[in-house]
């Protein structure tokens, strides 16, 4: 016979591995968020580009959470998500702000 402090362990146990999936699966990724910036930013805002070049390295991370938070590109005139989804661009956020300028592992995209 199973008791019934067991089984309160068994569902509080349960109950906390669901919490903690849950939380896992809508945390942002800096990898994938460095794959988006290669392949959605990177071909107008290489090395030499007319368009100005984009980094992690150009900004501090406060400014790259203000720069997701406005969620706009081309100086104001397009919503971010024209390019990318929300998932997405958390990503890219993740990746930008986790290696900005003032950052303890500051980069570029690489690629």
């Known amino acids: 016979m199973i008791s019934s402090k067991w089984i309160k362990t068994a569902v509080i146990a349960a109950g906390l591995g669901a919490m903690v999936a849950a939380a896992a699966a809508g945390a942002a990724?800096?990898?994938?968020?460095?794959?988006?910036?290669?392949?959605t930013c990177k071909p107008c805002h290489g090395a030499g580009s007319p368009n100005g070049e984009v980094t992690p390295l150009i900004h501090t991370?406060?400014?790259?959470?203000?720069?997701?938070a406005a969620g706009k590109h081309d100086k104001g005139k397009e919503e971010l998500t024209k390019y990318l989804t929300k998932a997405q661009l958390a990503d890219v956020e993740?990746?930008?702000?986790n290696h900005a300028s003032d950052s303890p592992q500051p980069m570029?995209?690489?690629?």
């Open 29 to 39: 990724s800096e990898a994938k968020g460095k794959y988006y910036a290669i392949k």
């Open 94 to 97: 993740a990746f930008f702000v």
């Open 61 to 68: 991370s406060a400014q790259w959470k203000a720069y997701f």
């Open 108 to 111: 570029t995209c690489g690629g």
